[in-house]
């Protein structure tokens, strides 16, 4: 029997990574990473980095969160990436220090960056750990350094050691928390003013953010002057289905090698507040469904015809102005007629003015006629809301309001006289 909505945790898409095993590619994820995405409430959702599956992204719908982590170098095209400063022995020496990590994985880049752009455009939860963080700056516009040791040598820095082959996990070295940041409200207790504000943490790179995008802002630095942790404030509140983040260190491997506890209490709060956000997505969007399904249309369709619903009063008032001249076709202005028999949200005024303006362009049977339709709707969704919650109704109302303001402003500059 299939579960209700409402009562299906929330689902978040981690891109694997491959390797080799017995001669086979083979794909897996960290298993930190899918711990506390469970702990915390959530259900992973592994997206296997597999030929192909960067077009067929949206059959892993849906999705209320991405959280993307490690993985190889992104191809330096999509950044544009500046190389004229390293000489081509440079450059050889790079690709033999970090053979892993240079091989380009075009399929994991345009997977990847895909879901990322999916967040942005319709505000997903997104948590980018090392990689998942340049992928994020990538996807906004920013840039990344093709080698962090090379390049911030010659731009005089001292340099910090950002990975360490013989001591994977145990590595740390320290970088600086900015205050009045996520960051710093998570670490706030390990934080001391005499210790320069400074975590030590892990990471596992050789790039790096070079020009972070202009939406973000710094959370962390190392010494070198190299962001380690930066994030979207405007597209920050977990509570609200908002988090849009990136941490290039790994929070989730800083812990003691034998008690496996954490370095910090700190270090899975991005996780905790990431899920969170995760949450109140899922349930956002599971309200909007509720709403759109009340009035018969998906999300898609209630786009196509907010449209309509423009276009159709747009050609009234050419009709109404022309006084009747203009050719029209009625179905044209359908869609509007419905719009204005179904909406409650409207203020009175503007509704008997909106339904003055429909009433121009049919005739008054058909009107009489779609009155008595709306009564029947109206009895049917009363019937329908009697068994939703307070909160959904209160979250269906603010949508009505939302749509109705919206409705209100456009209609308000098409109809505007002009002299």
């Not at 076709?329 to 909106?354: C, D, K, P, Y």
């Not at 339904?355 to 006629?369: D, E, H, I, L, W």
Request: proline share 4%; net charge negative.
């Amino acid at each position: 029997m299939a579960l209700e909505l409402g009562k299906l945790l929330p689902r978040v898409l981690i891109v694997s990574r491959r390797t080799v095993r017995k001669n086979k590619f083979v794909d897996f994820v960290g298993e930190y990473h899918l711990d506390l995405i469970v702990s915390y409430g959530a259900v992973p959702v592994i997206v296997p980095r597999v030929s192909g599956v960067h077009t067929m992204l949206e059959s892993f719908e849906p999705i209320h969160g991405v959280l993307l982590c490690e993985g190889e170098d992104i191809d330096p095209a999509h950044y544009q990436a500046d190389t004229s400063g390293l000489s081509p022995e440079e450059l050889d020496e790079i690709r033999r220090l970090h053979a892993s990590d240079t091989s380009i994985d075009r399929e994991k880049d345009s997977i990847e960056l895909g879901l990322a752009k999916l967040c942005l455009e319709r505000n997903i939860p997104y948590l980018g750990i090392c990689r998942g963080s340049q992928i994020l700056n990538v996807a906004c516009g920013g840039t990344l350094f093709h080698d962090i040791d090379k390049e911030l040598v010659k731009e005089g820095r001292e340099p910090v050691k950002h990975i360490d082959y013989d001591n994977y996990d145990g590595h740390r070295h320290p970088v600086r928390v900015l205050d009045s940041t996520p960051l710093h409200g998570w670490f706030s207790e390990s934080l001391k003013e005499d210790s320069g504000m400074e975590l030590m943490v892990n990471s596992y790179h050789h790039q790096g953010v070079k020009r972070l995008a202009e939406r973000f802002v710094p959370m962390a630095m190392s010494r070198d002057g190299l962001i380690e942790a930066f994030y979207d404030p405007d597209a920050y509140n977990p509570e609200e289905g908002k988090f849009i983040m990136g941490l290039q260190f790994h929070p989730e491997r800083m812990r003691h090698p034998v008690t496996d506890e954490f370095d910090y209490p700190g270090c899975p709060f991005a996780y905790q507040a990431f899920v969170k956000a995760v949450i109140a997505y899922q349930k956002k969007v599971n309200r909007a469904s509720s709403g759109i399904t009340l009035l018969g249309t998906s999300d898609c369709e209630m786009e196509k015809k907010r449209k309509i619903i423009v276009r159709s009063f747009s050609r009234a008032r050419d009709l109404y102005a022309s006084r009747g001249t203009l050719d029209f076709s009625e179905s044209e202005l359908e869609v509007g007629a419905e719009f204005l028999q179904s909406n409650s949200s409207l203020s009175s005024q503007q509704e008997t003015r909106l339904k003055q303006m429909g009433a121009t362009v049919r005739n008054a049977s058909s009107y009489a006629q779609k009155l008595r339709m709306v009564e029947e709707r109206e009895k049917l969704a009363k019937k329908v809301m009697s068994s939703m919650s307070v909160e959904e109704l209160s979250e269906l109302l603010s949508f009505y309001h939302m749509m109705g303001q919206i409705c209100s402003d456009v209609l308000e500059k098409k109809l505007k006289p002009t002299f």
